[in-house]
């Protein structure tokens, strides 16, 4: 899907295109570039490498990384989820409750959430910039699980304030993002 451009392009009018689009796109159709998606992520070195994956607890439209997050897990990855502080700072706990040290947080992959992305590995996205300002400082290798149809062919809106991601992993392809 192109994103838009003049009065349309703004983020909220890109979530509620996506919104009302992949709703309709078939389960079966879905669940079969979910699973690319999932083959995709295999050839990518730093998850090949990571002993920590960032997951996350996936919102209405953006990707389900579930089926993912087993599969590291069966790996024998250590998978921890973001936690919000009253804040609005994210940090991120390991399933048994503990936090990642900084030696696990530094050699880990990080799954970003979005609707869709663009070649620079910019986004849009549900959330309130929460994980951007955890991006902003986070030193390993941020990834972006997408179905090719969500990811646009013109670039997306963004502030100075967005955190772009390094790959992006598609049913078709992984790519750098250029910088």
Known sequence: MASFYGEDASKS????AYDTLLPTIAPK????LDREVGRNISALA????AELILAYKFSREEFDATAIIEQAKAEGK???????????AITYVLEDGSEP?????????CFVPGLCFDAEGYRVAYGAGYMDNFLRSYEGVKV???RSLNISSNP???GDHDERVDVLV???AVWMCRR
Do not use: C, F, W
């Open 170 to 172: 598609s049913d078709s």
């Open 156 to 158: 997306l809106p963004h």
């Open 144 to 146: 972006g699980l997408v």
């Open 46 to 49: 730093a998850y090949r490498d």
């Open 101 to 109: 040290t900084e030696e696990q947080l530094a050699a880990s992959l």
């Open 78 to 88: 250590l998978i921890a989820y973001p936690k919000m502080a009253r804040n609005g």
């Open 29 to 32: 159709h879905k669940a079969r």
């Open 13 to 16: 009018a890109l979530v509620n």
